[in-house]
């Protein structure tokens, strides 16, 4: 059974969000801060997380900064605030997707259901053999990356990203095939994830004095390769 660990200080919030998850069978965790968030991570192994980012002592940002040293559990991130500077604040700290409150369970629901696919994605994707550009080695059979023949420490988003373009390999991959690839139907007009992911991406593989490995298309997409 899937588990889920709801991490907001408005405890009505949290039991809202509780009863609609358990009433479709999920296992439902629950932490009122961020340190209780960490230490429930670690301990209870959930399979994703809904964190809300204003919180007293621990914010959400900081949470999920903390988060990402030690695991790779998808999160999604939830914010009153909805300005895209806020959602790009919290993608670019590791978050996987974002919700604005107020927001409905249907929504809420399929926001869950895209990000569990795209975990779940990296265990079931069809054997091929490894994808190589220049000093970058891209196995999507075991959903790893290496770089001159270190590993990559990549999140499981990170890696979908990376996956798409690599099997597009020296072709120009529009926002919309990125979008529907990795996050699912509904994303089409987020193009902000994907400049934030490609520039993700591009600080873990680049260095400043050698060719990118990533072209902007203006008005297309990015490509990896040449």
């Keep these: 059974m899937t588990s889920i660990l709801i991490v907001d200080d408005d405890a009505p919030m949290r039991e809202f969000v509780r009863r609609n998850l358990e009433a479709r069978e999920f296992t439902v965790h629950q ?5 209780e968030a960490l230490a429930m991570v670690r301990h209870e192994q959930p399979d994703l997380v809904i964190l809300d980012i204003m ?6 940002y900081e949470t999920c900064r903390q988060l990402r040293q030690f695991s790779d559990v998808p999160v999604v991130v939830l914010t009153a605030m909805g300005d895209e500077r806020d959602i790009v604040l919290a993608l ?3 978050a996987d997707d974002c919700l604005t409150k107020p927001f409905g ?37 075991a959903n790893r990356a290496w770089l001159r023949d270190e590993e990559l ?3 499981r988003t990170e890696f979908s990203v990376l996956r798409t373009y690599a099997v597009n390999l020296n072709k120009t991959v529009p926002h919309q095939m990125v979008l529907s690839a990795v996050w699912g139907p509904g994303y089409e007009t987020e193009t902000h994830y994907i400049r934030i992911y490609v520039s993700r991406l591009r600080n873990k593989i680049e260095s400043e004095d050698e060719t990118p490995y990533f072209a902007t298309e ?9």
């Design 31 to 35: 932490a009122s801060n961020g340190l």
């Design 218 to 226: 203006h008005g297309l997409g990015y490509r990896l390769g040449d």
């Design 92 to 94: 670019d700290c590791g």
């Design 55 to 60: 919180m007293p002592h621990l914010d959400g």
């Design 105 to 141: 369970v249907e929504e809420l629901l399929a926001r869950l259901r895209s990000v569990l696919r795209r975990s779940q994605s990296r265990d079931s994707v069809a054997a091929r053999e490894a994808i190589e550009f220049r000093d970058l080695r891209v196995d999507v059979d």
């Design 153 to 155: 420490n990549l999140t």
